[in-house]
């Protein structure tokens, strides 16, 4: 799949090594970041109500310019932007801490990419989220943190979990309440898989 980067406006954070993509949108603020960063996007867009710089001055990268009163997010158009564009693959990086509502936004715009046949990734500090929907996911064992699942959809079923220390075949999760959170690796990889729904997956490090 063609990935796109998104570099959202939350908490910074540096990316990962070896992080591949094919293009990178950067809302608003998100470009402050990607120049931190060193990285040009290939878009920047948004209402550009929280920036530092003077959009006008950018010349050698496309703008889109949106109004600050619409409905979608920055990063929510950067995301139906890229989804226009092909990319069945997004990675929104810099995209928790900071205000907890943009942070909750970002998780479901998470579930909207799924809805679209795509696969979200979203990354923070010492968080590391990814969407599962009717398929099923091998986690390499990630030392010192917490393994947890949610459902973004009202319900997910036919749940799976195999080479943690909370196996378990065939379960329902609900969004009204927790049962998978705060699992561990028991294995090298864990396992999991999902026959309906929507599935959040977070990785968080143990603090």
Not at 103 to 114: F, G, H, K, R
Request: hydrophobic content about 35%; charged content about 20%.
């Amino acid at each position: 799949m063609k990935t796109c980067l998104i570099i959202s406006g939350g908490e910074y954070h540096p990316l990962p090594e070896n992080l591949k993509y094919d293009f990178v949108i950067a809302p608003d603020h998100g470009y402050d970041y990607a120049m931190k960063m060193g990285i040009k996007p290939d878009l920047i867009l948004g209402d550009f109500d929280s920036n530092s710089y003077d959009v006008s001055s950018v010349k050698d990268i496309p703008v889109e310019k949106f109004p600050v009163c619409k409905d979608d997010t920055d990063t929510m158009l950067s995301i139906k932007k890229a989804l226009s564009l092909g990319y069945e693959h997004i990675i929104i990086a810099c995209a928790l801490g900071a205000r907890f509502d943009h942070s909750y936004a970002n998780i479901q715009s998470m579930a909207y990419v799924a809805e679209h046949g795509g696969v979200c990734e979203l990354l923070g500090i010492g968080e590391y989220l990814r969407t599962l929907c009717n398929d099923s996911a091998s986690l390499p064992k990630r030392t010192d943190y917490s393994l947890s699942l949610f459902s973004l959809t009202d319900r997910c079923e036919g749940v799976s979990i195999n080479g943690s220390e909370y196996d378990c075949e065939n379960v329902t999760l609900t969004n009204t309440f927790p049962l998978g959170v705060s699992n561990k690796w028991k294995a090298d990889v864990v396992t999991v898989s999902v026959a309906s729904g929507i599935l959040l997956i977070v990785e968080s490090l143990m603090k």
